[in-house]
């Protein structure tokens, strides 16, 4: 079974610095997606950025982008140019590669992210 | 519609009480997904239809729940005998079809049961 871990319950950084948050996954598979979702006050989970896993290159958009260390397992976001309203939850989430009867994403427990001004 | 549309936004319901939460995807989606959200913690697969199908139910953590989305598109989860380990963020997400790019997610319904 896979499993997905944020070892960070709350974080804080300052406008305009930057952050990283991180994530670590468990899993026998070798094609599979991570997931970064960010989780406001309003619940609704936003897509921040997505990764394959075959593809080496780290994802980037615009002032997200990742740390992505397959060997290691390790997933990490990078916040440049902290905004007041990049505020939530953050949650890493682990997708195996589509093919099989249920594509579910399986998520961390979350990062609580507060930009201070 | 634009988004994915959840409804009631809140919920209170006396213990023993049966509730019906329900989700409307975006128009055209064929994969919808329901997880639960307890306070603190991620969100936790519940159940996911393809179409009007149900293919995994594997994380309804009882027979008291129970999901269903006749013509493919509407989903209703019932919960029957609420009880109080039931209070949580009930998710829906919709996707045109099952992909590694994510699924478009809904506000949820806080669903208190006291």
């Known amino acids: 079974a896979q499993t997905v871990t944020q070892s960070q319950p709350e974080m804080s950084v300052q406008e305009a610095e930057t952050v990283t948050l991180s994530c670590t996954y468990d899993?026998?598979?070798?094609?599979?997606?991570l997931f970064w979702y960010k989780q406001p006050p309003s619940r609704q989970m936003i897509l921040v950025i997505r990764?394959?896993?075959?593809?080496?290159q780290n994802a980037t958009e615009n002032r997200f982008s990742v740390n992505f260390q397959k060997a290691a397992k390790s997933f990490s976001l990078k916040i440049s140019d902290s905004q007041l309203g990049d505020t939530a939850m953050y949650f890493c989430?682990?997708?195996?590669?589509?093919?099989?009867?249920?594509?579910?994403?399986?998520f961390g427990t979350g990062t609580l992210l507060a930009v201070q001004p | 519609g634009a988004g994915v549309s959840q409804s009631p936004r809140y919920k209170v319901a006396k213990r023993g009480q049966d509730v019906a939460l329900r989700c409307d995807p975006i128009?055209?989606?064929?994969?919808l997904f329901w997880y639960q959200q307890a306070l603190g913690q991620g969100p936790e697969f519940l159940t996911y239809?393809?179409?009007?199908?149900?293919?995994?139910k594997s994380g309804l953590p009882s027979d008291r729940f129970f999901a269903e989305r006749p013509e493919g598109s509407v989903s209703t989860l019932k919960i029957q005998r609420t009880q109080q380990e039931d209070s949580a963020v009930y998710l829906c997400?919709?996707?045109?079809?099952?992909?590694?790019?994510?699924?478009?997610f809904g506000s949820g319904t806080r669903l208190t049961v006291v």
């Open positions: 997400a919709s996707s045109l079809v099952s992909t590694g790019y994510g699924y478009t």
């Open positions: 899993t026998s598979e070798n094609n599979y997606y």
């Open positions: 990764q394959e896993a075959y593809k080496q």
């Open positions: 989430a682990f997708m195996k590669h589509p093919g099989g009867a249920t594509n579910k994403l399986i």
């Open positions: 128009s055209g989606h064929v994969s």
């Open positions: 239809f393809q179409n009007e199908a149900q293919l995994d």
